[in-house]
């Protein structure tokens, strides 16, 4: 039997319409221990992300035999879960704004169809890589990718490492 080679995934989910959710940092370390809960469970490997206010991007692949849209739907559903709860717990007045309303849901904070799109060479990856990290700084946030916290260029442009979970891609 053939072992499946899992190539890594470019990954972009955005919060429903748009809005700027994630900008709280207690939302934002919802979506860091989600990924290092993963990465220590050994079922991703993270070689990069960055969370913006109303979306995120990631690099992962999936490892040993774990199916990516499992994985993807297991990450989705639980950073929604611990998002909304923190909402009703500590901001009720902002549930409203995620009302849906739909059979499956009464309040939804993320998009359905992330976008997923699997990496077949090392210059579709460090053309990601350089957007991932480059994404506060077009957004007019920080003047250097350095400067931005929530993301993992900090640990491809020097020796600081402030993620644990993060898979430096040696290319790069």
């Not at 199916?67 to 902002?94: C, D, G, W």
């Not at 309040?107 to 077949?120: D, G, P, V």
Request: charged share 25%; net charge positive.
């Amino acid at each position: 039997m053939q072992i499946p080679i899992h190539y890594p995934h470019f990954f972009t989910a955005t919060i429903l319409e748009w809005k700027h959710l994630l900008k709280p940092v207690k939302f934002k370390n919802i979506i860091v221990d989600s990924l290092r809960f993963l990465v220590n469970e050994k079922r991703i490997e993270v070689f990069a992300f960055v969370i913006m206010s109303n979306h995120i991007h990631l690099i992962w692949r999936m490892q040993n035999d774990v199916e990516k849209t499992k994985v993807q739907q297991s990450f989705m559903k639980y950073t929604a879960q611990k998002i909304l709860q923190e909402i009703r717990n500590n901001h009720p007045k902002v549930l409203p704004y995620f009302w849906v309303g739909a059979k499956d849901r009464k309040y939804q904070n993320w998009e359905r169809n992330a976008l997923s799109i699997e990496i077949h060479s090392n210059e579709v990856m460090l053309q990601k890589l350089k957007y991932i990290h480059q994404n506060p700084v077009k957004a007019g946030l920080v003047s250097s990718e350095m400067e931005y916290k929530y993301s993992s260029a900090l640990h491809y442009l020097s020796e600081v490492i402030i993620w644990d979970f993060i898979t430096k891609w040696e290319a790069y």
